[in-house]
Every structure is written in C-alpha cells, then in structure tokens.
C-alpha cells in the first residue's frame, strides 16, 4: 500500500515543464533588493532612485549602483523618470528603446524622446538593465559638479529597427540611425541653476541667462589659476585687493550706528538748494521718465513749499523730506561730485558716501513709522527706495524678496485691481494708482530676471489698466473728468511706460517660463513668443527730436527708446539662450543662435551709442541686460574656438572681421561696467570676474597672445584697485588700512595703444606694509578668493 500509495502521489510532484522557470524566477527575486553600496555594508536600502537616502546622505552618488536583478524587481507600470529633455511618462518598456550616449557636463538639455512603434527588443538583458538605469537616474540635478552616471547628451534619440509594422509609416531620417527633430515636439528641460553654500545654509540663483552662460566656460578656473601663477605681486596686494571686492564702504558708512532719525536730523541732511535742484533735474530727466512715482508738477509744487517752510521744522511734513532725500540718493552717481561741492555752500559738508548716508536714514526712518495701511505716498517712499539701493549696489541679495513684499503690499491695498470698480477713489488717484502698480511690476520683473526666479504676479493675477500716455499737467487733483490718453507715437511724460505696458503680460509669461523647475514647452511656442516679441520691438514708436529741445528732452528721448529696445531684447535674449547654447549639438536649435547674436549685439551697441554721448546715459542703459548681452557674446566666441563646432552654425567661423568686432563691443562694455563699479557700494568682483572671462575668449581667439591677455586681466584688476582708493584718499572711510599697498603717487600711467595701466610691480617697501597682522602673502590664493569663484560661479563651493 505504501509503494501504491507513492505511485498514486508521483504524478502531482512532478513539475509543469513551462512553469518551472517561473519558480526560479521567484526564487531568485526573493534575493534581497538594495543597491551595491548597501548590500555590501548589510544596511537597509529603501532603494529609492536615482540614489537610495543612505547613499545621498553619505555623498557616495556615484557608487549608488543596482544589479541587473533590481530591473526585474520593477512593476510593468511604474512611470519611469525621463532626462531632462523628454516627454512625460514614458513605461520601462517604453525607455529600453532609448539608446545609451556619453555624459557632456557641459550639456543642461540632456535629452529628447519620441515615442515610437517599433519591433520588440531582441538584444541582451544586460543591455536592457544599463538603459534603464540610465533613463530612470535622469539628468545632473545642477548645470556644476554633474554626476558622471547622469545622461546628458541634447537629443537621445530611439534607434528605428528595421522590422516595422506594414500599417506604420517610417519615420524621418538623419543620417542613418536618426530621425529629425521637430518644433512641434514637447520639450521638458531641467534648467541650471547656480546654488552656493552647504547644507541648510545656502543661496539660490535661479535658471537666469547667467546661470545657463557661465556653465559653458569650463576652463575659466585653470585659465585664473595661470593668471595667479603668473603674477607674484597679486600676493602682496593681496588684503587691499579684498577690501575693494567687499567694499570700501563695509564699515563706514554702512556698519556705523546712528541716532534714530527724526524730522529736524533729516532736514539737516539736506544740502543747498542750488545742489539740490541739480540733483532733482537728473532725477526726473533719467530715473522719473522710466519708472513713474511722482507727479511732478504737485513735487515740484511740494519742493517750493518746504523751502518756504525749511527753517519750521513742525510745519514741514517728515514724508515729503524722506521722499526728497530718495530722490537726491538716486540721481547722485549721475552728478559730478566736485560741481556738486563747488554749488554747496551749505554747513553739510558733502562727502563721498553722503548718498548712502541719505539711503540709510531714509530707511530706518521708513521702518520706525509703522505704516499700517499705506497710502500713494507710502508706496512711493518703498520704490524709492528700491531704486535708491539699486541704484548704489546696496543689499542686492534682498533686492527680489523687498519687490514681492511691494507686491503683496500694493495687492493688499487693491491695486491689482482697477479703479474704476471704486467710485470712492478721484479722477487723480485712479491714473497715479495705475502708474504705481505698474512701476512695482515692472521692478519685480527685472529683479526676477536678474536672479533666475519667477515674477511674483502674472496677468491673470491683476486686472489694472495700463496707465494713459499723458503728460502729467493733463492730470490735475481738481480733475473731475478723466482725461484721454494720446497716441502712442507722440511723446509724453508717460510714454515709456504707456508702450512697455503692452509687452507686460507677454514678458511676464516668458520669466515665469524660463525661470521654472521644469520649462515644459514646445520649440515652435519659442519661436512664436518670439516673433510677438519681435512685433513689440518693431512697434516702439521712432520719437524724432528737434534742435530746439533742451539737453534734458533731448536725453530723455534717446533714453526711453534705448531703454525699451532694451527691456524687449532682454526677454527674447532669455527665452533663447538655453537652445542657443545647444545649437552646435542640434539644427533645429539654429534661430536661437542667430537671434541671441542679434539681440545681444543690438544692446551691446546701443550701449555703446549712449557711452559716446553721455556718461548719464551711459550709466542709466547700464542694467543685468548689458551684462547677459556680455557673458552672451563671450560664450559665442568661446564656443567658436571649438574645432568640431559646425561651420554652418557658427557665424564668427563664416563671417570675417566679426570677432574682432564682438571684442571691441565687449571691452566698451567693460569700460562702462567699470565707470558704474566705481560707484557702487559693491560690485568689484563682478568687473573682476568679467575681465578674466574677456582675456579668456581672447586668448582661445588668438593663442599667440594669450600672455598678453592674461596680463591685461592683472593691469586691470589693479588699476581699478588704485583708481578706487586714490578716488578716496582724502576720505575717513577707510580706516586704520589708510590706502594700504596703493599710494597716491604710485597710480600708474594709462598705455595709450592698449588702454590698459601699465604692469604694476610693488617695492621692496610696499611688500612690508602688506602684513599689518593678516596672512602672510604667498600663503593664500589671492587671485581667487579675490574673485571668490564660489560665490560667482557655483563651480568650486564644498559640499555640492
């Protein structure tokens, strides 16, 4: 019975021939899963991907690896996470299509699918596992310091098979393995950003135009280092060179405690009247035509009135002395400081930070009164001040989160809502309501291009109307009509604001786009926002003036055209230059490039048109648009010197003479951005930084010169050094240092071939003042703390 008994039973023993695979398949996935590192150190692994926590806490990303049995441990349906450059939600079957490319660091768009029916996928397992992986750890996370497992090559592209379905058309070619890319394909890009700092103490730019440029210049830091080799005496002026990267102004005036201001303390800031109203005519002729804030006839009628009333402090409103020590603060690097002198002959005594001195009382002074409901004069004291410190190089750090606290602030108030809707509000207070919602907006938008961060506000958030083309005597307090706005093509107080505003909404909805985590778009809606930029570029109306006009109109026309050239270029240049940069790599990128050229060109040379007429309006064109048109230009030729560069995409290559006459237009620029550091508050590092990315350009030009160009890097960066503090030689400011390494008698003599100060090379005498209790020198980096690449570039800051 027991032989019966086994006989009866063998048969259900015996295995089903097709299901036993799937017993050994379930044994072996039984193994336990976790990446290499945590299976070899026994650790628990929540195998998380791209990396497992362990992994990313310990900063082993590289070694954060899985064996091919991790692959088979994946449910059919998991969404897989595609590069930076894909259409959403492809399948793991969908991603063994993508075809394996090398790592470009240099790369921000790492890839481009496109769905397509193929046949089914013969090759090898092991194939299969590397795809995947590589698909779903995705693209670098930042445009520095780039993991080497991350794929980021322009276009990854599905190879097509040969074995296609008969009711399945074959898709475009490009060569033999690769089809065209199309601008109706959806784009998905994880744009750069630049971040400094460690763990939760950092600071974020966004993906700005300068984020995207300095990226592709991966040899600027062993070019600086050649620089510092190169040039001993960078040592020795080592302390006075970071004194003037950090200010000179650092402690006096800007860390000196000061008595709470008070009515009387802050009339008897003010300087004569004749300086005064220099300083009020510089005010509304270049920062006033722009940025509306004031009614000028009511101002000017307010400034009679406190002269009147100056020596009666109780009967003089403390606002409208606020106000007017803003004013002043904003039109003072305008002026000249010794005609200014020469005119006061008042008991202040004017000195050279006497307009930080007003920023700062007017400040504080904003900050004790406690507004709880602001009114138009509240509002116009917080742009002031916006424009004040801008205007001086002052907490530009703070700059985008004071414009988005306006922002709410005005929207609190209703602002963002027309006043029309109100019957409570006067003819008057309806159009200046306008003009200030829409100077806050237009503030906001720049310092968000500026940083690489959204703008606080889009279109569909406020529904105020555009403010009339009107001259400001059109608009009297007593009005109880609403006047009516001219055309566009005459010229008023308002014009420049009246014509910027119709390009508002669009320029709004390109920052937001281009400042995004993730720019999901198509490249023909590029191209389409594009061409509506293009059409508000060709729309500004071409204001003629007369011989007639005074000096005053004569500059206001030229610059509020330049200005809104300006302003336009500025959002076609930022919409383009992520694909301009790629163009090499990819054809259908092409517009991008030639319109970045244009663009770029266009306000490098209106920069240097102004440059040649005045130095107020070449300082007034100055903004983060000349300095984008720069790195730019730079990038363009940088890029050029590449031999596998593609002739046909390449317009410095096709075009002969062009890179000469790109340099010329970028040294201009670096003359003017040198005048305008000289004074501002902070603001050397960045003319430092940009001096070093010019000779590097010239030298991948012209390797034949390129010691020329490294010691022209040195000639500047200490010419600007001495020129600063001999400009302040006779000042308190800079304390117990005095003048450190740079004498009054040792500035050097300017090369009139070259345009650059001579080499300097200290003495024997100067190397011994150099010490004064700090590091000795030879024992640092001076060139590049000097510059501080951490802090410029996110290239070389710890921990990331």
């Known amino acids: 019975m027991t032989d019966v008994h086994v006989q009866l039973q063998q048969p259900l023993e015996i295995p089903d021939p097709e299901s036993q695979p799937e017993q050994r398949v379930r044994k072996r996935r039984r193994r336990t899963m976790a990446c290499v590192q945590c299976r070899g150190r026994k650790l628990r692994c929540d195998r998380k991907l791209p990396m497992c926590s362990r992994c990313e806490s310990s900063k082993t990303l590289p070694n954060c690896t899985y064996e091919k049995e991790f692959l088979w441990q994946q449910p059919n349906?998991?969404?897989?996470?595609?590069?930076?450059?894909?259409?959403?939600?492809?399948?793991?079957?969908?991603?063994?299509?993508?075809?394996?490319?090398?790592?470009?660091?240099?790369?921000?768009?790492?890839?481009?699918?496109?769905?397509?029916?193929?046949?089914?996928?013969?090759?090898?397992?092991?194939?299969?596992?590397?795809?995947?992986?590589?698909?779903?750890?995705?693209?670098?996370?930042?445009?520095?310091?780039?993991?080497?497992?991350?794929?980021?090559?322009?276009?990854?592209?599905?190879?097509?098979?040969?074995?296609?379905?008969?009711?399945?058309?074959?898709?475009?070619?490009?060569?033999?393995?690769?089809?065209?890319?199309?601008?109706?394909?959806?784009?998905?890009?994880?744009?750069?950003?630049?971040?400094?700092?460690?763990?939760?103490?950092?600071?974020?730019?966004?993906?700005?135009?300068?984020?995207?440029?300095?990226?592709?210049?991966?040899?600027?830091?062993s070019f600086a280092e050649e620089i510092r080799v190169a040039s001993p005496q960078l040592s020795a002026l080592r302390p006075d060179l970071a004194r003037v990267k950090r200010g000179l102004w650092k402690r006096k005036p800007l860390n000196t405690p000061f008595p709470e201001p008070t009515t009387l303390s802050l009339t008897q800031m003010l300087p004569s009247r004749r300086v005064v109203d220099d300083l009020v005519v510089l005010y509304l002729t270049y920062?006033?035509?722009?940025?509306?804030?004031?009614?000028?006839?009511?101002?000017?009628?307010?400034?009679?009135?406190?002269?009147?009333?100056?020596?009666?402090?109780?009967?003089?409103?403390?606002?409208?002395?606020?106000?007017?020590?803003?004013?002043?603060?904003?039109?003072?690097?305008?002026?000249?400081?010794?005609?200014?002198?020469?005119?006061?002959?008042?008991?202040?005594?004017?000195?050279?930070?006497?307009?930080?001195?007003?920023?700062?009382?007017?400040?504080?002074?904003?900050?004790?009164?406690?507004?709880?409901?602001?009114?138009?004069?509240?509002?116009?004291?917080?742009?002031?001040?916006?424009?004040?410190?801008?205007?001086?190089?002052?907490?530009?750090s703070k700059a985008w989160l004071d414009t988005a606290t306006l922002v709410k602030q005005a929207m609190l108030a209703?602002?963002?809502?027309?006043?029309?809707?109100?019957?409570?509000?006067?003819?008057?207070?309806?159009?200046?309501?306008?003009?200030?919602?829409?100077?806050?907006?237009?503030?906001?938008?720049?310092v968000s291009f500026e940083r690489g961060m959204p703008p606080s506000v889009q279109y569909a958030d406020y529904d105020t109307a555009p403010a009339l083309n009107l001259n400001d005597n059109d608009l009297q307090e007593t009005s109880d009509e609403h006047p009516a706005g001219r055309p566009l093509n005459e010229m008023t107080d308002s014009s420049f604001q009246a014509v910027l505003a119709e390009s508002l909404p669009l320029r709004l909805k390109a920052c937001k786009l281009m400042h995004s985590p993730r720019i999901s778009c198509r490249y023909e809606e590029i191209l389409h926002m594009d061409w509506e930029l293009n059409r508000y570029l060709s729309r500004i109306p071409s204001w003629t003036t007369s011989e007639g006009d005074d000096l005053q109109t004569q500059h206001k026309t030229i610059l509020i055209k330049s200005l809104l050239q300006a302003k336009i270029g500025h959002s076609i240049l930022s919409i383009h230059t992520p694909f301009a940069i790629e163009a090499q790599k990819e054809a259908l990128f092409a517009p991008s490039s030639r319109t970045r050229l244009e663009m770029a060109t266009m306000i490098l040379s209106t920069q240097r048109r102004l440059h040649e007429t005045s130095r107020q309006l070449s300082l007034s064109i100055l903004g983060d648009w000349t300095m984008q048109a720069y790195c730019s230009v730079c990038q363009l030729l940088h890029a050029s010197t590449n031999t596998q560069a593609s002739p046909r995409l390449s317009l410095p290559q096709t075009l002969p003479g062009l890179p000469e006459s790109l340099i010329a237009l970028v040294e201009m620029t670096l003359t003017c951005l040198e005048t305008q550091r000289l004074f501002v508050v902070k603001g050397a590092k960045e003319y430092f930084f940009m001096s070093t990315i010019l000779a590097l350009v010239k030298a991948r030009l012209w390797p034949?010169?390129?010691?020329?160009?490294?010691?022209?890097?040195?000639?500047?960066?200490?010419?600007?050094?001495?020129?600063?503090?001999?400009?302040?030689?006779?000042?308190?400011?800079?304390?117990?240092?005095?003048?450190?390494?740079?004498?009054?008698?040792?500035?050097?003599?300017?090369?009139?071939?070259?345009?650059?100060?001579q080499p300097f090379v200290p003495d024997m005498n100067m190397l011994q003042t150099t010490t004064l209790g700090i590091t000795p020198p030879g024992e640092l980096d001076p060139f590049l703390d000097a510059f501080d690449w951490g802090d410029l570039t996110g290239i070389t800051f710890e921990g990331y």
């Open 704 to 757: 034949g010169q390129a010691n020329v160009y490294k010691q022209e890097v040195v000639d500047r960066v200490i010419f600007f050094a001495q020129t600063l503090f001999t400009r302040h030689a006779n000042c308190d400011h800079l304390g117990d240092l005095g003048m450190g390494s740079f004498k009054t008698n040792q500035v050097p003599v300017l090369n009139p071939s070259s345009g650059i100060a």
């Open 414 to 446: 209703g602002y963002h809502r027309d006043p029309d809707r109100y019957t409570r509000i006067s003819t008057f207070n309806k159009e200046m309501r306008r003009r200030i919602w829409t100077t806050i907006i237009e503030l906001d938008l720049d």
């Open 77 to 221: 349906t998991v969404t897989v996470v595609t590069p930076a450059f894909a259409e959403r939600g492809p399948t793991v079957s969908q991603a063994s299509h993508l075809t394996r490319t090398q790592p470009t660091p240099d790369s921000a768009l790492s890839s481009l699918t496109r769905s397509q029916p193929t046949s089914l996928d013969t090759r090898p397992a092991l194939e299969k596992r590397d795809r995947f992986l590589e698909t779903v750890l995705g693209a670098p996370k930042a445009a520095v310091n780039q993991e080497p497992y991350g794929n980021t090559d322009l276009l990854h592209r599905p190879k097509f098979h040969a074995s296609v379905h008969h009711h399945e058309s074959p898709p475009l070619r490009h060569g033999d393995d690769e089809d065209l890319a199309s601008p109706s394909q959806q784009l998905d890009i994880s744009p750069r950003i630049m971040m400094r700092g460690k763990e939760t103490k950092t600071r974020f730019n966004g993906s700005g135009i300068f984020a995207n440029l300095i990226a592709q210049f991966p040899d600027i830091k």
């Open 287 to 396: 920062f006033e035509s722009t940025h509306r804030v004031l009614h000028v006839p009511s101002f000017l009628k307010e400034l009679d009135e406190f002269w009147a009333q100056r020596d009666n402090p109780d009967f003089v409103s403390p606002h409208f002395v606020v106000q007017l020590l803003l004013v002043l603060a904003c039109a003072w690097n305008l002026a000249d400081f010794d005609t200014l002198q020469l005119k006061n002959d008042d008991e202040y005594n004017l000195t050279c930070y006497t307009a930080l001195e007003w920023v700062l009382h007017a400040e504080r002074w904003i900050e004790n009164s406690h507004i709880k409901r602001p009114d138009i004069m509240a509002f116009r004291l917080y742009i002031l001040l916006l424009i004040a410190k801008n205007a001086h190089g002052m907490k530009r």
